[in-house]
């Protein structure tokens, strides 16, 4: 019998997690530890109708009261032959624990009855090598030589391995300290990507890097170093800053429109041609696949949606496609690190060759809030993505935004249904204002 939404989503909330941690898996094996509480953790999926991935947190008290913050993660299928074969394609996994949910090489755990699968990092079905780049003297061996060239001849005394972000089966992003004597250590970040896109995503990095716009400071990027195929571990340079927050009022954040216009007119015109092919009826169909989810949940989204997808399908038809370019893929202003000085892009592993307009679109409908608090919030994110147009057209004078307003309409439906998952508070109001900036974009004219 297949699990239903409700049950799934009641395992999964932290109280019942943490109940489950201490009743089924913590407790029965090593009864001397405590669980004290579950947090969730960013992560969270959910591929409708099929599976819901949650990340979480576990604080736990060890004996002599000793605190640990193990991370875990839980993969739950709602039917059951998508489960059988999952469990079917990990069975060599789950018959190769040893028993201990806080062992430092990992644990997996099968709930039948719940059609659930839970992980301790760093088990991971898809990353096999993931204990070995998350242990410091594991993955020392490959990050001796990147070290030595970033400062010839300094000697490590010690080396950490940091988590900075996970995405169970999808990536992983490690940030590799290394105490060198100085006061600050020596770094480097290693990403492991799912599907070896770590090879693509370091011949876009090293293609990015040659760019002249990247030797004059026009282009601020990570300097790629190494990509290891057996632990799919890409490396790299580290690139300073801070992400950029959201608040359209700062000047760091108009500042940081006006920079990304010009680094993503630099690409546009790159001769770039690593990614594959992307056209408009990847975003479309991409939506569409999701759409009936919300048929009962959200009709009123649903409708909305349908509507504004229908007029978009209908523009797209009517123009004729612009000439593909390098593109970026993920444009947005949080990809976009700021040091004090200068803003740095990052996560180019989901590079293309696109429409100019792909990139353009996507970064302009990030611009707008989804829950205005006031009126000079929305006036303030026209304002940002005048100064972000203007300056990529700096660069690229030739650009006419023939179907500019397509894809940014693709961007705030795309965003729409992204808090309709969610299910955040709120969602339902940012969902119907998101959908209707898609209309009013749409129908708004290049240049006004």
């Not at 913050?69 to 998508?82: I, V």
């Not at 002249?212 to 990570?222: D, H, I, T, W």
Request: with cysteine.
């Amino acid at each position: 019998m297949s699990v239903s939404y409700s049950t799934i989503k009641s395992i999964s909330e932290p109280e019942a997690m943490a109940a489950l941690l201490a009743e089924q898996v913590i407790g029965p094996v090593l009864p001397s530890v405590l669980v004290r509480k579950v947090r969730t953790k960013q992560g969270r999926r959910f591929e409708a109708p099929r599976v819901l991935w949650n990340v979480y947190e576990v604080e736990v008290e060890m004996p002599g009261g000793i605190e640990a913050r193990p991370l875990l993660w839980t993969k739950a299928y709602f039917d059951d032959n998508d489960c059988m074969d999952y469990r079917r394609r990990i069975d060599r996994l789950l018959t190769s624990q040893n028993g201990n949910p806080l062992d430092p090489g990992g644990y997996v755990r099968y709930f039948e009855d719940l059609n659930l699968f839970l992980f301790f990092f760093p088990t991971d079905p898809i990353f096999p090598r993931l204990a070995k780049v998350a242990s410091p003297d594991r993955v020392r061996p490959l990050l001796e030589e990147h070290f030595a060239r970033l400062r010839p001849g300094a000697q490590i005394r010690s080396l950490q391995a940091v988590r900075v972000k996970y995405l169970p089966e999808i990536s992983c992003i490690f940030r590799y300290d290394a105490d060198i004597g100085e006061e600050q250590p020596l770094t480097l970040y290693g990403k492991v990507q799912h599907s070896q896109r770590g090879a693509t995503t370091y011949e876009v990095m090293k293609a990015l890097w040659d760019l002249p716009a990247r030797a004059s400071g026009e282009l601020v990027v990570s300097e790629p170093l190494a990509y290891h195929p057996q632990e799919s571990l890409l490396i790299q340079s580290a690139l300073q800053g801070e992400e950029v927050k959201g608040d359209r009022h700062s000047d760091v954040f108009m500042a940081q429109c006006e920079a990304a216009g010009r680094m993503i007119g630099h690409i546009h015109s790159a001769d770039i041609t690593v990614g594959q092919p992307h056209d408009v009826n990847v975003e479309i169909d991409r939506i569409e696949r999701r759409l009936d989810e919300f048929k009962l949940s959200a009709p009123r989204v649903y409708m909305l949606l349908r509507g504004l997808l229908r007029q978009i399908t209908a523009k797209a038809a009517r123009l004729a496609p612009e000439a593909p370019v390098p593109s970026h893929g993920d444009y947005k202003y949080n990809q976009f690190l700021y040091d004090g000085s200068r803003f740095g892009m990052i996560d180019v592993e989901y590079f293309v060759q696109a429409e100019p307009s792909f990139d353009l679109g996507k970064y302009s409908g990030h611009l707008w809030p989804a829950s205005p608090k006031d009126w000079s919030d929305t006036a303030q994110a026209k304002e940002a993505r005048r100064v972000f147009l203007e300056a990529y057209l700096k660069v690229r004078p030739d650009y006419d935004g023939r179907r500019f307003s397509i894809y940014e309409a693709l961007s705030l439906a795309t965003r729409a249904l992204v808090v309709t998952w969610a299910q955040s508070r709120n969602f339902q109001y940012m969902a119907e204002t998101l959908t209707a900036l898609g209309y009013e974009q749409l129908k708004t004219r290049w240049g006004e």
